[in-house]
């Protein structure tokens, strides 16, 4: 599915009950459409967007991550994040952005560095360990769209596997291109 090339402004809650707008009159919006909540793969890549939060928050990007896990799960997982996250268990927002899964978000070769990183810093206790069962399942593939204050989609990634999603540097990028 091609992605949306204008979106119409929608409104979310945050797992901390923030309305989010979408688009931001003000910034960019930079959605992040993760897997579950605990994800190994996604908690690494989140930790390099916290690491350059303020950097983020300089170029005038507003980071929003939704994930397909329930609302209270997510707190348990993202509550230290310094950006919004959503809880969409049901998946209205990823089918609306055409975001997939696929078994190759795990098969892929490309992903098992992440996976094992992240699942080495979870074994180790510095991310807290997903559940058992994902009631959204475990083969959800990421996808990126960073959003104008005009709902214009300035640009958008769809991975091909779970550890395939845009690094700070290139959001940066496509934001310096807007």
Not at 5 to 16: A, D
Not at 61 to 73: K, M, Y
Request: charged share 25%; proline share 8%.
């Amino acid at each position: 599915m091609p992605p949306p090339t204008t979106i119409t402004t929608s409104e979310f809650h945050s797992i901390t009950g923030e309305l989010i707008a979408v688009p931001d009159p003000q910034r960019l919006v930079h959605l992040q459409f993760r897997r579950f909540a605990g994800c190994p793969i996604c908690n690494l890549h989140l930790q390099s967007f916290v690491a350059r939060h303020d950097e983020i928050e300089r170029a005038s990007i507003r980071e929003v991550v939704f994930f397909h896990s329930p609302a209270d799960e997510l707190a348990e997982h993202t509550a230290d994040l310094p950006f919004a996250t959503v809880a969409d268990p049901d998946k209205v927002v990823y089918r609306r952005f055409g975001v997939e899964t696929g078994a190759r978000a795990l098969l892929d070769p490309r992903s098992w560095p992440a996976i094992v990183r992240g699942g080495a810093l979870t074994t180790f206790g510095r991310f807290r360990a997903p559940a058992l069962r994902q009631p959204g399942g475990r083969l959800g593939l990421p996808a990126d769209f960073l959003i104008g204050p005009d709902g214009t989609v300035l640009a958008a990634k769809y991975g091909r596997h779970a550890d395939d999603q845009w690094s700070v540097d290139e959001v940066l990028a496509h934001a310096a291109r807007r």
